[in-house]
């Protein structure tokens, strides 16, 4: 199957949980003169990312106000009315079902703000010119995120209803696999705790 490059790529951000390791709804916490979600949403968009689709859940209506003041249709808003008691694959299932077409999409947690520019430029040089593919950026020779996903493997997340999630759906796709090593502690950084959160706005947010 050759790739259609003028077929766009998008984004596919998860933020429908409820935050409660951190004691306040992260998505919203501020990150300079941004939020998280905001910052999470930008690294997205200045790699020419088409459209983020964002999965909300938990206080998603106030949530859904503020992305689309802010970014109007280059944000594209899907709800996991379950997001109490289902894991991160429903979400992920949740905002492919809203998703427009495209060649590729990158996945990204609502929580990691401050992934670089040039980990989805890696990513998007280092897919193949036929055929699927499942792209991780790696740090130190660990997978993180975000990978870069081939539209071909939409269809079986949406059916999967095994265990495991998202990581047991990954090793089906260890053949298409590929691995691109970058130097970013930004794949790194997902904001749990107050005191992630605070060390990552001391290291990382702009003044």
């Excluded at 008691?85 to 060649?103: F, I, Y």
């Excluded at 670089?116 to 997978?143: D, I």
């Excluded at 749990?192 to 290291?203: G, Q």
Aim: charged residues 20%; proline residues 8%; contains cysteine.
């Amino acid at each position: 199957m050759q790739i259609d490059n003028i077929c766009p790529v998008n984004g596919l951000i998860l933020a429908a949980g409820l935050s409660s390791r951190m004691g306040a709804f992260k998505p919203l916490l501020p990150f300079g003169s941004k939020t998280l979600i905001e910052a999470s949403i930008d690294s997205m968009l200045s790699a020419h990312v088409r459209q983020v689709i964002v999965v909300l859940g938990f206080r998603g209506p106030e949530l859904e106000a503020v992305l689309k003041k802010r970014y109007g249709s280059e944000v594209i808003c899907a709800w996991n009315l379950q997001y109490g008691s289902t894991d991160m694959l429903e979400s992920v299932k949740c905002g492919l079902r809203a998703m427009p077409e495209c060649q590729s999409f990158f996945l990204l947690p609502g929580d990691m703000p401050v992934v670089s520019r040039s980990t989805f430029s890696h990513l998007l040089n280092a897919r193949p010119k036929q055929g699927s593919f499942l792209l991780f950026p790696t740090l130190e020779g660990h997978p993180k995120h975000p990978p870069l996903i081939h539209k071909s493997l939409i269809p079986h997340i949406l059916e999967y209803q095994g265990e495991g999630g998202l990581r047991r759906i990954w090793t089906q796709y260890e053949a298409i696999s590929r691995y691109v090593p970058v130097d970013d502690p930004g794949v790194w950084i997902d904001l749990d705790t107050r005191s992630e959160y605070e060390s990552c706005v001391s290291r990382f947010a702009p003044v």
